[in-house]
Each structure stands twice: as C-alpha cells, then as structure tokens.
C-alpha cells in the first residue's frame, strides 16, 4: 500500500480544517453555508470567501495528487465551490424584480439583500430591517465568479443566468455615485442607518467591471451570446472617484481596514503604487495592534462600553471608544496575502508568526481564528491610558468563516500547494506593472464628396464615410442602443441597460457584430445629443482633453482611435482644430494611408500629456 506523501499529509490536515470549520455546515440542497451553525442566515460576502477557500484547496488536490482518492478530494472540493456559487446566484435569481428596479431607482429599498435562508434561497429579513445595499459584496460575487470561470469551473449553466449576470454588472457599474451600507452593513461610522459612498465599495466594483468584461461565462464551449460585455468608461469612473478618495474610506471614516481587500487580493483594484503603499501604511499607522487591526477608528462593536440596548450613537459620543475598539485578526491575513504575491518573504513571515500567536488551538490540533479580540470590562481604564499595553480576550465567532477560509487559503498559498498565478487567472495583480507609452489614433473622414474635394483643395486627402467599407460609421447614440439591448431577458422581465450615455472610452475601438465592422464617432460631435458641439472653439478643445484622457485612461489591448466625421458645419472647425495643434511644439502631425482607410491622422506626443 502506498504511503502518503507530505504534500498528501498536509493537504488532508487543511481539508479536515475546512470541513470540521465551513464544509460540514454547507447546506445538502442549496449549498449555502451559514455564517455560524447555530444561525440559518447566509451572507453573500462570507460565501464566496468560503468558495475561495474551498476552490484553493481543490487546486492544491489536483496539483499534488498521490492517490486517485486524492482527484477524488479535488472533485468533491470543485462541485462544492460550484454549488456555493450558484446557490448564491439562485437566491439573488429569486429577486429579479427588484434588481430590476434597482437599475433605474438605486434606492436601498430595491437593493439584492445581503443574506438569504440557507433551506430554501428565501430573504429572512425585511427590505428596511438590514442594511442590504452593499455593492461590495455582490460586486465580490461578479469578481470571483469571472477568476473562477477563468480557472476552469463551469457556474453559470444557460442564457438565462447569463442575462442575470450582465444585469449584475448594470447594477453595480454605477457604484462610483451610489451610497451603500458598505462592508460592514451599517452605513456612517454612527450607525444611524445612512448610506454613505464607500471606497471600499468602489473598489470592488471597479475589480468587478474589469474582470468580468468581454468573459465567456460558458469557458471554452461559449460562444457570443454568453459573453459579458462592460462599458469601460464605467470602470473607469470608479478609478478616477476611488483614486480621489483613498487613503479614505468614506465621510465618517478616515481610514478602514476594508481597504486591505481592495488594493491588494483579492480585488487589486488600484493602478498606483504610491497610493497603495500610502493607504496600507495609513492602516499599519492607525489601526494595527497586536492582535489584528481595528476595522476603523472609534469603533464600538463588542467593546466593553458598548450600550447594546442602543441603536446607534451621536459622533460626540464616539470618544468613549477611542484606544478600546476590538481588533480583527482576519486584517493580518489581507496583509499576508499582500505580501505573498508581492513576493515579500520577509513581511510574509511576520505577519504569519503573529497570527500563529493569536490562533486557538483546539484537543485535536486544529487551528481557527477568531473573529476579533477585545479588551476586558476591567482593563479598560488602563487600555486607554497606554494603548496596547492589555491582554486582549477572544470574542465574536470562533472560527468566523470570512477570516477561517483567508487562513486556510493563505496557508496554502505560502506553502507552496498553489501559486499566485492559480489564484489570480485574470491577472489582476499586474495591474501596477507600467504601460507602454501610448499612442491615440485620429482617424479624418469627410461626410461626403463635396467635402472631400474642399479638403482636397488644401493637399488634405481623406476618405468619405461611404468609401471606408466593409466599416460602417455610425454616431455614439447608435451605440448605446446596442448597448442597451445587452441582458433583455423576456423570461426574467430584464430591461437591459437603463442608461444611455456613452463615453469616450467605448467609442475609440472598433465592433463587430455578425460579419459587420462599426466604428463611432464620439458622443460630443453629436449635435442631436450634445448641443455644445455647434461651438466650434468650445469643440476644438473639448478633443485635445478628450485625446489627453485616452492617453491617460486607455487600459485596453490595442490602441485607441478617435473618428472625426467632418460635416459642412464642422469644416471650419476642421482647420482651427488642425491649426491649433500645429502650432503646439509638443505634437508631431503625421498623415498616411492605413489599412482600409486611405489616411489616418496621428497625433505623437513626445511628453507625458497632451496640448
């Protein structure tokens, strides 16, 4: 008989971990797993964690498989995660209509709640009873949905479901303008119920948008219709408000743990290094002690002056917390992820040594985190005049699966079992790595032949429209037309896209639908739309911004093309516009034929910015 091998020993001691902890409460019919065993209520947010660490170790199994028990295990641990995931999609399935409502009311009211019964996908509190508005958590939901499909694993089944998921993206494109309850469920740092814009939030969205975007939600087997398709200028605006608000959180809190699952795994959400290392080291300054980190300061949940008849507190009354709030281990495990694939062994290995202080050993030598640590009622006067200098005690769920499954998975991680590449498919974590310089294509057409042969008097040849085919030309409005007819669902009484603004970033690349190629114009030479456009000096600068924000902003494959159709109205402006950027010593004009169309305008920067 064949003996285990260590890989084999130690990945049966993290799966006899995961089932006496998470599986083993995972519902036979549903899939869901309650967030305690004692409580039916399954939270979205604590789900796909779960999932994640479930699928970890299923790659672990298939990788260092001894026996064909072992692929057995990694079967099993696969369909599990499976059945999480689309136990999750059947009970927010079960609440199309309000997500329906929700794309054109944003109110918390027709929010997807938050957790839903484990025996039957049903809502188990009311619409005004639980902060449900939580664009976080969903959001998570879309961004492990997409590595995970990446990865291999079949979730989403029929059109249907992916008609529901391109509603999802709907429902949280907008989060860079929709308060919500954030990661907490609580909304302002006071708990008086009021939504609040979340960077958090934003973040996870934005991961969400970009990961999602052009997925075939069937692998390998899909084809068109079961893709996803993202405007990316709306990805682009969660960038520009997150970027504007970190290091913080929202307008109650400075400063938020929260944070940690947004500039690194799992959302990788933000581009700049600088504002990572800054955000990460405001949490470190503030929020980290010995025993985890505070979710944000002031906090009062589960502390020793913690009034639990009461609802919420006026902000004056927040000082009684100060130097008290409880600390979260599952912090120290976000910034031991953040330094595994950073590739930091130095900081792995700290914060690793400071979990295995804090975790408790049970008769049978697992090891489950708590969900946080408090200062006694008896040490707190003492706590407050030195900060850190008291035992701590563990209070809250012990294990609490969010922060059990980040163990598990992070366990594995550093081990060795699976790399950073198996947990990260899309790539996300290159997100900070440098782009290429940029160079933003202007295509010149005139809207017919009269046209033509008047820039043909000034040595400017171009082609008309009719003249670029098999390429149709087309204003931005016909684009949002298409646009709003993805995710139309008769079944489901899905309207598709509410909104009909188009920008400049889904307009400077080319489609093909069927056997046809489109290109747009942009919507700000659409006088129809944009009635700005008949100012021609107005115009003329409006494009030497938009060409700077492409340069800026473009993350897409290929390089951006802005099409100008030159109109009689615009032929004035053709010559001021070319005129202008002439005279700025920081472009270089080039015209010549390319591919299909006969001249292409270039405009090269030799700076970082555009005139």
Known sequence: MRSRSNSGVRLDYYQRILYSTIIKNQHAVTGLIPASPDQGHAWIRDNVYAAMSIWTLAMAYKKNADLDEDRAKAYELDQSVVKIMRGLLMCMMRQVEKLERFKYSQSPKDALHAKYSIEDYNTVVGDNEWGHLQIDATSLYVLML?????????????????????NLVFYIEAAYRIPDYGIWERGDKTNHGLPELNASSIGMAKAALEAVNDLDLFGARGGPASMIHVLA?????????????????????????????????????????????????????????????????????????????????????????????CEWPLFFLFFLLDALFSGDREQAEEYYEALEEIVIRTENGLKLLPEMYAVPPDKVEAEKANPHSQERVAVGKIPQMWGQSLYVLSCLLKEGFVAVGELDPMNRRLITEKKPDLVVQVVILAEDKQIQEKLREYDFDVNTVSEVMPIEVHPARVLSEIYAQLGKNRKLKLSGRPSHDVGLLSTSKLYMLGDKIFAFTPQCFDSSVFYLSTDTELLCDIVRTDIAHLRFSWRQLGRPLVLVSISHAMLGLCWRMVGSCCRCSVLVFHVFPIASMTVTLYWLTREKTVC
């Open 233 to 325: 200028d709306e990805a682009q605006n969660c960038q520009a408000v997150l970027e504007s608000m970190l290091p913080r959180e929202s307008n109650s809190k400075e400063i938020d743990a929260a944070l940690l699952s947004i500039v690194g795994f799992p959302a990788f959400a933000v581009e700049d290094p600088e504002l990572i290392h800054k955000t990460k080291e405001c949490i470190r300054r503030k929020l980290q002690g010995r025993y985890g980190c505070k979710r944000f300061l002031r906090d009062g949940y589960k502390t020793a002056r913690e009034d639990a008849s009461r609802l919420h507190y006026e902000p004056w009354e927040l000082h009684v917390f100060q130097h008290i709030e």
């Open 146 to 166: 997409s590595q995970m499909t990446a990865s291999g694993l079949q979730i989403i089944f029929t059109l249907d479901e992916v008609a529901f998921i391109q």
